[in-house]
């Protein structure tokens, strides 16, 4: 194992020293509880956001945390989920008066404990909580961490899209309506041509041939559909389009487009399977109307890919065009 550490048990609370002072101008971190907060929250009269997962993800969650997106994530240990405490402190730390909505990832320790920190935060401070279940991994359909579709790429896509709409004023049950939507119209897969190490286990979570790849891969490691001999990219991004088409007809529809890399993906290679994806949801009859393109949702250092395909509505794309600034993802501020 190579990397860029000093004790492979600290490297969550020293990459989070790192990031506060990097990005102090936009964000606070609690290093006691591994919260990363918005500077200026909690913002009266405003729904507070907070998501959050294991740490191994950069820059989710805590790189959308600021104007636009988050209002805190918790981050938990590499692959890790974060604990009820940190949850609780993060909601009772947002609430501006007008309750918080919790979007969590369909992992099952994420979801028990999401739920037990709502329930706390309600009873000892009175603050509404709702929350969604982002399941978007047309994949597999259960693995090792979850009942039901994991939630990958469509985390990035909602985390912006529900946090411009609480920016501009959307009240909590607006803002839950409008998750259900984005949720129901999202779908994702990946790939992985390398598995990755998380620091502490000190070795690959399973192993690829020279010659081969992972097709349905999860963010941390899990396993997908099959292991195939490695293809040209415009075979891999057919792998990867085919089955998000076949779970929900797009026909006609306008999208929002996500290749994301995996962590140690070129954005060479990601640019060119962008023009891959581009072209066989043209020949579909989808049009890209917006896209993002890049490593946003990554699981340490492994190769690979992922696609997200997200049903746009006009409020949709309205709300992906508003300003953002945080430290993963900023425009138009």
Request: proline share 5%.
């Amino acid at each position: 194992m190579k990397k860029l550490i000093n004790d492979a048990t600290a490297v969550v609370n020293d990459s989070l020293i790192g990031f506060e002072l990097a990005h102090s101008d936009i964000v606070r971190v609690d290093h006691a509880q591994q919260v990363v907060y918005r500077r200026d929250t909690p913002r009266p009269g405003k729904v507070g956001l907070i998501s959050g997962g294991g740490s191994g993800h950069e820059p989710l969650h805590g790189g959308f945390v600021g104007f636009g997106m988050l209002d805190a994530a918790c981050a938990g240990a590499v692959f890790t989920s974060p604990v009820p405490d940190q949850m609780v402190a993060a909601t009772k730390t947002v609430d501006g008066g007008a309750g918080v909505f919790h979007i969590i990832k369909n992992y099952t320790g994420d979801i028990m404990n999401f739920e037990m920190a709502a329930e706390i935060a309600q009873a000892e401070t009175g603050v509404r909580v709702e929350s969604i279940v982002i399941d978007d991994d047309v994949a597999v359909q259960d693995s090792l961490y979850t009942a039901g579709r994991r939630g990958v790429g469509l985390t990035v896509l909602a985390e912006k899209i529900l946090g411009a709409a609480a920016e501009a004023g959307a009240d909590l049950d607006a803002v839950k309506a409008l998750a259900t939507r984005v949720n129901a119209n999202g779908r994702s897969m990946g790939m992985a041509l390398t598995s990755c190490t998380p620091p502490e286990k000190g070795s690959p979570i399973f192993d690829l041939g020279e010659g081969e790849m992972e097709v349905g891969i999860g963010i941390h490691g899990e396993p997908g559909r099959e292991r195939r001999p490695i293809a040209p990219a415009r075979e891999i991004a057919a792998m990867l389009v085919d089955p998000i088409l076949h779970d929900l007809d797009y026909s006609g529809s306008q999208v929002i487009a996500f290749v994301n890399g995996m962590g140690a993906t070129p954005l060479i290679e990601l640019y060119l399977m962008y023009a891959e994806v581009a072209k066989l949801l043209e020949a579909k009859g989808v049009r890209i109307v917006r896209n993002l393109v890049g490593p946003y949702i990554t699981s340490l250092e492994m190769a690979g890919c992922s696609v997200t395909l997200l049903k746009a509505d006009d409020e949709m794309i309205r709300l992906w065009d508003a300003p953002v600034l945080t430290a993963g993802l900023r425009w138009g501020k």
